[in-house]
């Protein structure tokens, strides 16, 4: 869907913001310091009901205030408008969708799908594999209904094995977990690899269009080897596992990685390409999601002219602008984002916490 308004009310330094966007593209341009980051933050929160930046909400709250809200309105082609608000305080919080009270975030990551692009997206390449498989997780999420519900279930029962290999005598204490496990490892595992499969052409594209390498490639790892059958692995680690306290193989442990031949591409890029790389495939995932769903990505871009040099940042606007998707950019100066400021553009200035349309 397409956010085509937003009010936020004391989120940081944006005490009172009402914004009617784009469907295209937006450009917030200004000072640092001055909230730029802060309507991606809020927008990020309001479709994922988390700061990029922060994990304290006393922080996101501004201090002449105990709570903040933010309401948007989302549009789709053929579909009624639906209002959804966030208000939340620093023990609490309430979520409201089409006028409904809601206790899920899921609904709202559902009507939203967003990717966010800014100072650390490399470190989708180099940071542990729990980032990557929320990377997979996403694109599986927004494509197969079913998933959140697998993905739940296959969290619990492992949470539940590891209580189990605590005080187990022996295999067949955890035994029934196991069978339950498997079924649901394999089906997840089997989405996993489909995703992956229709996303990597798209990525490689994307790759060698950014970096003009063609000798990289995405090596997916399930979370335990191609050689076991998940069932037998469980029962020979038992004993390993009990020792350590936690299951050590399965589903929660999937990766996928960017290799050079069999080394880790971030042994080989310089950080340059190694952000480039993560913005491929950021756009690799947007692009996949448009073409196997009626959802339309909404990117988050923050900061792009200091991200990269002027060829490649020309490079990367020029896939933007190819995107059938709705953009938040910002920047310093409007100059350098002069590219973007097309006739379907709006352009935003930024300043202490106002915001005023150009």
């Known amino acids: ?28 341009y ?11 933050e ?12 922060s994990r304290n909400v006393r922080r996101l709250i501004n201090h002449t205030s105990d709570k903040f809200a933010l309401v948007g309105q989302l549009f789709q082609v053929n579909q009624p408008t639906i209002t959804v608000g966030i208000e939340r305080k620093a023990d609490s919080s309430l979520i409201k969708i089409g006028g409904k009270t809601s206790g899920s975030l899921v609904e709202l990551a559902q009507l939203l799908p967003l990717q966010l692009i800014n100072a650390d997206s490399h470190l989708l390449l180099t940071s542990g ?3 990557r498989r ?9 494509v197969e209904p079913l998933f959140f519900s697998y993905w739940q279930r296959a969290n619990r029962i492992i949470k539940q094995r590891n209580a189990n290999l605590k005080s187990a005598r022996n295999y067949s204490d955890v035994s ?28 490689t594209t994307l790759l060698e269009s950014l970096l003009d390498r063609q000798d990289l490639k995405l090596h997916y790892y399930r979370g335990w080897s191609n050689e076991s059958l998940y069932k037998d692995l469980l029962r020979a680690s038992f004993a390993r596992d009990q020792l350590l306290g936690y299951t050590q193989f399965g589903p929660h442990r999937a990766d996928l990685q960017l290799k ?7 042994e080989v890029l310089s950080q340059g390409q190694q952000k480039l790389a993560a913005y491929a495939m950021r756009i690799a995932q947007g692009l996949h999601l448009r073409q196997q769903s009626t959802k339309r990505c909404i990117f988050l871009i923050d900061d792009l002219p200091s991200e990269l040099d002027q060829e490649r940042r020309l490079k990367i606007i020029e896939l ?29 200035h930024v300043e202490q916490g106002s915001i005023k349309e150009s």
């Open 1 to 28: 869907m397409i956010l085509t308004n937003l009010t936020v009310d004391n989120f940081r330094n944006l005490i009172d913001v009402d914004l009617a966007f784009s469907t295209s593209i937006n450009i917030f």
């Open 30 to 40: 200004g000072c640092n310091g001055s909230g730029k980051t802060s309507i991606l």
């Open 42 to 53: 809020a927008t990020h929160y309001l479709g994922l009901g988390r700061s990029f930046r």
């Open 129 to 131: 594999p729990l980032a």
């Open 134 to 142: 929320q990377f997979i997780d996403w694109g599986v999420f927004h």
């Open 176 to 203: 029934m977990w196991d069978e339950e496990l498997e079924t649901i490892a394999i089906w997840l595992n089997q989405q996993r690899e489909n995703y992956i499969n229709q996303f990597q052409p798209i990525f």
């Open 260 to 266: 050079f031949k069999n080394v880790a591409a971030v």
């Open 320 to 348: 933007l602008l190819s995107l059938d998707s709705q953009l938040f950019v910002t920047g310093i100066e409007i100059e350098s984002l002069s590219q973007l400021a097309t006739n379907q553009a709006k352009v935003f």
